[in-house]
Structures are given as C-alpha cells and as structure tokens.
C-alpha cells in the first residue's frame, strides 16, 4: 500500500487546512486514484485572483473545475491512503534531450503507475566523452522483489509516452539522496559508467 512507502524519501505535506479543498488530477483534468502521481490543484478561502498585471500566467494558473475557480500549482504528488499529500516534483520540469524539449514531470508520473515502484527521478546524464542518456533513478515499494526488466519498463510507457520520451536506462536505487533541505540531490545519483538497465 501506499503507506508502506520509505519515510526517509517522502516529503509528506499533510492534508488540506479548515476551508480548502485539494484536487490531485491527470494532464487531462481527471482525478487520479489514491496512490497514484498527478498534479495538485488547490481551491478555497484566501485563493488569490491571479498574477499582477499577467492576464496570460493568470488565464494558464488558475481554472475552472467542478464549478470551483483552482490554482495549479504545478507540484506532482499522491494521496497517500490516510488521505495526506505525498510531495514528489515539479510537473513542469523541463529537460533538453536530442534537441527536443521533454517534461521530466511526464515521464516520473508515467514510471510510477508501473507495480512495485514507488519513486522515480528522470535526468539526462553527460559522463565522460559518453554519448547523453536519458536515465530513470527508481526506488522499489517492496526491495525483496525483482526489479522489473528495462523492457518491461519501455513497453509500459510506450503505451503512454512518445519513443523519444523513453529513459535509455533505468536505475533501481535503495534510497533517493537528500540534501540538507530534504530535497532529492540530483548530483548525488549513481553514475551510469558500468551501469545496468534494471
């Protein structure tokens, strides 16, 4: 269950306060089920009418849903099943691979609907004179069990992403490196120099 989740990785924000009210939805504006990444949209008392003097930020930031004006904010996270937020990114975090800018946000939330993972982080990766590779860091619900092949992992998220948006490695690791803030450390990831697909 969701609950079984590592503490030390989870940046657990709690639940909504007196008065407002927190949707977790899908890039088309349908509610995730519980245990599963989308982005938290919030509604209620003290909501701000929008960005001063941005008409465009505002009309991208704030929307209607089920009748309620709501702010995107564009975290990715996950009710927990105690109904608490889990924190796990940014959605709109880009990455320039090949030319091609990609959402980083798509494709952790695409990983994570894949059995057994829990988290993931996705990053491209220049070492030495190497060729960049679009790698997946994962974490396991449940280490005693196999970590899913590499293939398995690209056959899932071809059914949801574009070929040029598939990791080039996939990376199970124990435990996400934190910094001193509590955040994931990128630069702390194992390197992919003798690395396998998982």
Same mark, same amino acid.
């Given at each position: 269950?969701?609950?079984?989740?590592?503490?030390?990785?989870?940046?657990?924000?709690?639940?909504?306060?007196?008065?407002?009210?927190?949707? +977790?939805?899908?890039?088309?504006?349908?509610?995730?089920?519980?245990?599963?990444?989308?982005?938290?949209?919030?509604?209620?008392?003290?909501?701000?009418?929008?960005?001063?003097?941005?008409?465009?930020?505002?009309?991208?930031?704030?929307?209607?849903?089920?009748?309620?004006?709501?702010?995107?904010?564009?975290?990715?996270?996950?009710?927990?099943?105690?109904?608490?937020?889990?924190?796990?990114?940014?959605?709109?975090?880009?990455?320039?691979?090949?030319?091609?800018?990609?959402?980083?946000g798509d494709i952790e939330a695409a990983l994570c609907t894949y059995p057994n993972i829990t988290r993931c982080v996705v990053m491209v990766k220049h070492e030495e004179q190497?060729?960049?590779?679009?790698?997946?860091?994962?974490?396991?619900?449940?280490?005693?069990?196999?970590?899913?092949?590499? +293939?398995?992992?690209?056959?899932?998220?071809?059914?949801?992403?574009?070929?040029?948006?598939?990791p080039n490695l996939f990376i199970r690791v124990e435990h996400f490196p934190l910094t001193s803030?509590?955040?994931?450390?990128?630069?702390?990831?194992?390197?992919?120099?003798?690395?396998?697909?998982?």
């Amino acid at each position: 269950t969701p609950d079984d989740l590592n503490r030390r990785e989870c940046s657990n924000i709690g639940k909504p306060l007196p008065h407002r009210k927190l949707f +977790v939805l899908d890039s088309n504006l349908q509610p995730v089920p519980k245990g599963f990444p989308g982005e938290l949209f919030v509604t209620g008392e003290g909501l701000a009418q929008g960005y001063h003097n941005q008409a465009t930020l505002t009309q991208q930031r704030f929307i209607r849903y089920q009748g309620l004006r709501c702010y995107r904010t564009g975290d990715l996270v996950r009710q927990l099943a105690d109904s608490s937020l889990e924190y796990l990114g940014r959605c709109d975090q880009q990455l320039k691979f090949r030319g091609i800018r990609i959402e980083a946000g798509d494709i952790e939330a695409a990983l994570c609907t894949y059995p057994n993972i829990t988290r993931c982080v996705v990053m491209v990766k220049h070492e030495e004179q190497a060729t960049p590779k679009l790698v997946a860091y994962y974490t396991l619900r449940d280490p005693a069990l196999s970590p899913p092949p590499s +293939v398995a992992l690209r056959d899932q998220l071809r059914q949801q992403l574009p070929d040029y948006m598939l990791p080039n490695l996939f990376i199970r690791v124990e435990h996400f490196p934190l910094t001193s803030h509590g955040k994931i450390d990128r630069t702390a990831l194992p390197a992919i120099n003798g690395s396998h697909n998982h």
